[in-house]
């Protein structure tokens, strides 16, 4: 996602470095929910960080120059000095092109080729021990990033441990989770650990309109948990729309799951929406059945504010809208690779409906 400095916070970068680059940690962890910035001011700190203008007079404190060779090579996402590693899912979503798409969709390609597990695994760490243990290309620092730092594997976590052991002086390590809890203690211990929260009111409306969201954007702010910049990327991936649909097809369900399962299919096929998965629509609908199970209980909801609401709510009983909520979290653990997605989304459609029974039935 390609954002301006106006959604940095580069208050959290002058903290940092305000003793100086050789007084900063050589690991560092972002943690924080999701859509708060952690990952663009992590890409910013390094970018920084590599910059061959840094400490020279004439510069700008604490901000990449943007136009030395590291910085250039940063913005392409070619330097020989700067590592990123991701999730096994994560760089599959990355390296998937538009004719690989129009593979997939064939059900040969679909048997072929699943969805890997979102993890980080111990050879991607241990590729890191050359980078780390060599000299660098420029004579400079090399930074290493791992986002969703909670998705390593314990054998990969443990390996990393070695490498902070004693690093050397000019590496830095910055790591991004978005669930410490998922971490290991002595990760935690052995970095720095820069909590981010979201922002204000104001930031987040500044955010927002610059990013060109209309007046309508409040709602999705909503049910992205208050993080714009989750926000922002549904709207650059073009989810917005799949989300209203979903939204109107929970609001207005048919009493027949396979009428409900079709629709819900033909929203994951189409290709305006083809951004739009089918963990995003299962955690949709979970989000929707707290909402009925919070609004019938005391009349306000968490994610669904600016959406209209249905108008048989109270009648719905709420002891089988929290026995459908929790069912659905059972969908979650298999949604990145049904065996069969219609059949998958059949199952789900039942369950949804059969929450949504009336209180004396």
Known sequence: MQLSDNFVNYKIIDSLLAQGVERLPHALLFVGPRGVGKRMLAEKLATLLLCESLGKSGMKV???????????WMKSGTHPDFRLVTSDSEKEAEEVTEETEAKTKTKSNEKAKKPAASSIGIDQIRALEDFVFTG?????????????????????????????????SSVYFILISNNQKKLLPTLRSRSRVVPFSRPDDQTTAQWLEQAGLDAQAGRYLDLAGGAPLRVMQWK????????DALIDSLASAPADP??????WEGLLKSKTENSFHMENLVEGVQCWLFDLALEQASGEVRYHSGWPRPKNIAALDPVALLAGWRE??????????PLNPLLFLESLAIHYLRALRPIHS
Request: aromatic fraction near 2%; hydrophobic fraction near 40%.
């Open 236 to 243: 650059n991936d073009g989810q917005l729309a799949a989300i």
């Open 62 to 72: 604490n901000r990449p120059c943007g136009e030395c060779a590291a910085c250039r």
């Open 328 to 337: 659905i979290n059972t969908f979650r653990r298999s949604a990145r690779h």
């Open 136 to 168: 660098s290309h420029r004579n400079a620092r090399r930074i290493i990033l791992i986002t969703e730092a909670e998705a390593m594997t314990i054998p990969a976590a443990n390996s990393l441990l070695k490498i902070l052991e004693e690093p050397p």
């Open 258 to 263: 396979l009428m409900l399962a079709t629709r």
